[in-house]
Each structure stands twice: as structure tokens, then as C-alpha cells.
């Protein structure tokens, strides 16, 4: 991707100040065309987050939205794979080109850093100088063009990914997942913690995996509990987008690359999660954004991780190896 200072010649103080303001000129104009910035993210894994941002990002596109969908959990990215999506990165023709993101559909495209890489089981062995880098260039690089909707989807935890997208995105939103159980919400209380210290607003909690569908009949069991992402929307004053039952259709799916939440089919999975996509519709609105005051900040590279030269603070070449 462009303006990355990766192959080893940064150049000199100058020339890395110049391409950061560069960057910066760059993430304004492509967030400038964006309507809405939504985080999917929790303080826990395994509670279905990426399911949800896959889910929401095609169904807001099902409804005739522009919507794009970019994947910074960086060390584990299962989105392309959750969309069956099997093509490469094209290389740009010139270094001032965008690069395009895999098309979905008409209406979806599609960010991951999965589908850069050659090797897709490569593990991504970064600190957090790359990882901030990356994530900015994903906003930057990319040919987003005009969209209604950009769905981010974070991995679990308050680290450099969200923290990265919550310092770069004005006007971003988060929308919260959790399961009932007390375990899952201990951690997801950090979550909401994080967004009030970043003020990050909440457009609302999502209740996952709040009981269980079987697949013959339909009736419902809670082997999670249920209500305990309600319970700790109204603890924080949140809305409560909704509750999302458990299916095992939504896992076959996933592991079959056509989600199953968005689909045809007659569940009451699917009817619960259509009203969480109608509810964060009806909140955020596909109306035009303000205007920006100023170019968005870069994140506190310096302060946070040691300095880089992906950063304003220039480069250190013994406290990072980008």
C-alpha cells in the first residue's frame, strides 16, 4: 500500500513528517465520503463479534446501502473467509493510486488483511507501531469511495486495533456484543469503560447467543441465560439493539462462507437479528456527515508504543523495526 515507510528508506525527518501529513490529507478524504463509522467490538472473545459485524454489514447492504466492511483484527481476520471471498489485492498502477477493496456485491466491499497476504495461514507477527500503520492505511489506501455505512470489525480487548480506529475516525460509533452469562459481561463492562474514556459513543448493545434454536423444531433454550446484555444496557444507560439466539444453521454458514443471519430463511435468529439491523438503521440514519473541524489526529504513537517512523515522532531505529 502506499505512503508505508516499510521497505527500510524512510527518508529523512522532513520526508517522514511530509508523508505522514500526507496520510493525514488522505484518511480526510476518505472518511469525508463515509456517512457512518460503526466499531463492532467487546471486551470478550469468542462471543460472536465478527459474526455480528458480517452479518450487519450485509444487511445493511441487503437493503440497498453502500456499505464497506474492514477487518482490523489483524492477527486473527475471518472475514473474507466468513464471505467465501477468494480474490487478491490488485496492485495499484502508480503510487498515488487507491487500492480496491474485494467486492461482495454491488453494494458490499470488503476490507482484510488476510487477503494480502500470500500465505493466508501466515501468522501476522507485529508490534504495535504496524499494526497502528496498517489499520490507518486500510482508511487511507483503500478506494472506499461514497458509502452509507463502514462497518469495522475489532478483535476482543480494549488494544492498539480499537484504540488505533477510535483515534483516527471522527464521528465513530460503537455497537458493544456480549452473551448473557456474567463471565462474558465482566469483560464487556471494559468495553464500555474504553468508549467512555475515548468518548466513543455507543450506538447500543447486542445480546448474542441469548438462548438456543433447534434446528428441527425452533423452540428455544437458554443454555447462556438470558438478559444479561439488556441488563447491563440499562446498568450504562445504553440502548439495547437486541437479542441474537444461537443456531446451528449460523455456524454452518460461517464455516461455509454464505451467512446465515441475512438469508431467506424462516429462524427466529434471523428474525431477531433483522430487528438488530433495522434498530442500528433507525439510530444512524445514512444522512450526510458533519463537517470535519480539522484533520483527525494520528494516534499518540510516541507515548503508547516507543515511537516509529510510521508516526510524527520520526523514526527510532532501536526502539522499532518497521
Not at 47 to 76: I, P
Not at 172 to 201: E, G, H, W, Y
Not at 267 to 288: M, Q
Request: proline share 7%.
Amino acid at each position: 500500500m502506499a505512503g508505508s515507510c516499510g521497505s527500510g528508506s524512510c527518508g529523512t525527518k522532513e520526508d517522514q513528517q511530509a508523508q505522514v501529513a500526507q496520510q493525514e490529507n488522505a484518511i480526510t478524504r476518505s472518511l469525508g465520503k463515509i456517512k457512518n463509522k460503526i466499531l463492532v467490538m467487546s471486551g470478550k472473545g469468542g462471543v460472536g463479534k465478527s459474526t455480528v459485524a458480517v452479518n450487519l454489514a450485509l444487511g445493511l447492504a441487503n437493503k440497498g446501502h453502500k456499505v464497506g466492511l474492514m477487518d482490523v483484527d489483524l492477527h486473527g481476520p475471518d472475514v473474507v473467509r466468513m464471505l467465501n471471498l477468494t480474490g487478491s489485492i490488485e496492485p495499484p498502477q502508480s503510487a498515488d493510486d487507491l487500492v480496491a477493496p474485494l467486492m461482495y456485491n454491488d453494494n458490499l466491499k470488503v476490507v482484510s488483511l488476510e487477503y494480502m497476504l500470500r500465505d493466508r495461514d501466515e501468522a501476522i507477527i507485529w508490534r504495535g507501531p504496524m499494526k497502528i500503520q496498517a489499520i490507518r492505511q486500510f482508511i487511507s489506501d483503500m478506494d472506499w469511495g461514497e458509502l452509507d455505512y463502514l462497518i469495522i470489525d475489532a478483535p476482543p480487548g480494549t488494544g492498539d486495533e480499537p484504540l488505533s480506529v477510535a483515534q483516527t475516525i471522527p464521528h465513530l460509533k460503537a455497537v458493544v456484543v456480549t452473551t448473557p452469562q456474567k463471565m462474558a459481561l465482566a469483560d464487556v463492562r471494559k468495553s464500555i469503560n474504553f468508549c467512555k474514556v475515548v468518548k466513543l459513543d455507543v450506538t447500543g448493545v447486542v445480546e448474542n447467543m441469548s438462548g438456543f434454536i433447534c434446528p428441527e423444531c425452533n423452540a428455544e433454550v437458554d443454555i447462556f441465560k438470558s438478559g444479561g446484555g439488556e441488563a447491563l444496557a440499562r446498568e450504562y444507560d445504553l440502548p439495547f439493539l437486541g437479542r441474537i439466539p444461537m443456531d446451528p444453521r449460523v455456524v454452518v454458514g460461517g464455516d461455509d462462507g454464505i451467512p446465515y443471519l441475512t438469508s431467506d430463511s424462516e429462524s427466529p435468529a434471523i428474525a431477531s437479528f433483522g430487528k438488530v439491523i433495522s434498530a442500528v438503521e433507525n439510530r444512524l440514519p445514512p444522512v450526510a456527515p458533519l463537517q470535519m473541524a480539522s484533520t483527525p489526529k494520528a494516534p499518540p504513537i510516541a507515548a503508547a508504543s516507543g515511537g516509529c517512523a510510521c508516526g510524527p515522532s520520526g523514526c527510532d531505529e532501536d526502539k522499532c523495526d518497521c
